[in-house]
């Protein structure tokens, strides 16, 4: 289905029916190619995904003022859903955070992979990420969009510290694939924020599920132990041997979570 939000046309999915529904917001380097194995992994719900502005099949004008939460509940109105267990993997998780503060009747539950979240402190990065992103800078003003990608992968897929090509196959040509349409996207404009989850996090009544790749950036792991620490009903697994997308991975141990905790809400 085509969603319309303000100057974007969403390129949104449905799979499978029962409830709950379920809505996935994909991470800041995929798309919703990226959910393939969490929707085979819930059979017996229905699942809503789609792409964001400057990914995948998403069409849009620039436009100053739009805003990610605003496009999450055009997605769920298209499709006639009241409230949904919101699963979202880094930015996507920052949406997922920002929703259930901004629209908490809209939210059942919270699935949080390795998220980002809005009003956090400035990341503080280890010294094996500062030299690759020098070096992803150099490439990107030598036009190597090529090499940006390929760290990206490093960087989020394999993890910053573990060996660079960690995880191949097919799994790293889709990430290659999505992360390099993101790369070469138009910008959409300014995004239209507001929303200072950091310091908010108290305020979330739901159930929550925290995923955390062992292999991810430092402050990623950081955010997720202090909203774990913040949220009343929140839950952490600590998943070893996965980076920032262990989803895409097709981690098991992420996916029988996502799974249970999906169950139970």
């Keep these: 289905m085509d969603v319309v939000s303000g ?3 969403l390129a949104a999915e449905e799979h499978g029916s029962g409830e709950p529904t379920v809505l996935l917001l ?21 699942c809503l995904s789609y792409d964001a502005r400057g990914f995948g099949r998403t069409a849009y ?51 949080l992979i390795g998220p980002a979240i809005s009003g956090a402190p400035e990341p503080a990065y280890e010294p094996e990420v500062d030299v690759l992103g020098a070096q992803q800078e150099a490439a990107f003003e030598r036009g190597d969009l090529d090499e940006v990608n390929r760290i990206d992968a490093h960087l989020w897929l394999d993890g910053p510290l573990a060996a660079d090509g960690r995880v191949g196959g097919e799994t790293r040509r889709l990430f290659l694939e999505m992360n390099a349409i993101a790369g070469a996207a138009d910008d959409p404009g300014e995004e239209r924020r507001g929303v200072d989850a950091w310091d908010r996090l108290g305020e ?3 159930p929550t599920l925290l995923l955390l790749g062992l292999l991810d950036l430092r402050y990623i792991a950081d955010g997720c132990r ?40």
């Design 204 to 206: 979330i009544a739901v």
């Design 26 to 46: 994909h991470a800041g380097v995929t798309d919703q190619r990226s959910w393939r194995h969490v929707v085979e992994a819930l059979p017996d719900v229905r």
């Design 61 to 111: 004008q620039p436009e100053n003022g739009w805003s990610s939460v605003d496009d999450a509940t055009a997605v769920l109105d298209a499709y006639g859903v009241g409230s949904a267990v919101v699963v979202g993997a880094s930015v996507g998780g920052r949406t997922a955070l920002d929703l259930a503060l901004t629209h908490p009747e809209r939210v059942r539950g919270l699935v």
């Design 226 to 265: 202090h909203a774990a620490a913040r949220i009343a009903k929140a839950r952490l697994v600590e998943l070893p041997g996965v980076a920032h997308l262990p989803h895409l991975e097709n981690d098991q141990t992420t996916l029988r979570a996502i799974a249970d905790f999906v169950s139970a809400v």
């Design 7 to 9: 100057s974007a046309t």
